[in-house]
């Protein structure tokens, strides 16, 4: 079962709002990522926790907050977002790294729209 | 030079025939190789993933690595309108992170 579970599918928030998209890995995956896509772009890397620490923040502004509740869960905290921060917000996870282990599998997606 | 590059589409094809697409990288350490499909609006779904140089098959597609030229190709063969999507060509080096191309949008037509 290669199922990466997001919600919600779709947010609408304000720019005073605080919100938290939610990611939920029953794969027994030890490496989770937050990505943001925009249209007609590529995938964006913000965030890589592995062993449920984080390991790498590509230098992404603090009104995105990571958090790794335990092995399976990943949470992004969104506070006093811009409009430009609208976009697909994609969660994947993989076992690990090095050869298949490195194969990442994504969620749905949340499509986040700041008004 | 960006890390991942991939041909700029976007690419048509008439259904039945092969498409290819092509991705080449600059990171010489870069170890594992992966195709993407995404249609529009939905997430980016995993269907090759290459490890070692030469070919490997699944179904219609065939992924090919040459790691001495820095080279990563998809080949789709028969294509099907419902291969129209853009395909995402993901590197994984040194830095152990993927790095995706900016993809390549394949339209498939009756």
């Known amino acids: 079962d290669t199922e990466v579970t997001q919600t919600p599918k779709h947010l609408v928030m304000g720019m005073t709002n605080k919100k938290s998209l939610k990611c939920e890995q029953h794969?027994?995956?030890?490496?989770m990522y937050w990505y943001k896509q925009k249209a007609k772009k590529p995938p964006e890397l913000m965030f890589v926790y592995s062993y449920e620490k984080l390991s790498i923040n590509e230098s992404v502004p603090s009104r995105f907050s990571p958090e790794c509740p335990n092995s399976s869960l990943l949470n992004l905290h969104l506070h006093a977002l811009q409009p430009e921060d609208s976009a697909l917000y994609l969660c994947a996870s993989s076992q690990g790294w090095g050869g298949k282990d490195t194969e990442a599998f994504f969620g749905q997606g949340t499509r986040l729209t700041v008004v | 030079q960006k890390e991942v590059e991939q041909n700029s589409g976007p690419l048509s094809v008439p259904e039945g025939a092969i498409a290819s697409l092509n991705c080449t990288y600059s990171?010489?350490?870069?170890?594992?190789f992966f195709w993407y499909r995404q249609y529009s609006g939905k997430s980016p779904e995993l269907i090759m993933s290459i490890y070692s140089n030469g070919d490997k098959e699944d179904g219609r597609f065939t992924a090919q690595l040459n790691k001495a030229s820095q080279y990563v190709s998809l080949l789709i063969r028969d294509s099907q309108p419902s291969d129209s999507a853009t395909y995402l060509c993901a590197v994984s080096g040194s830095a152990r992170q993927l790095t995706f191309g900016s993809g390549t949008q394949l339209t498939v037509l009756p």
């Open positions: 794969m027994g995956h030890r490496a």
């Open positions: 990171d010489r350490g870069s170890q594992s």
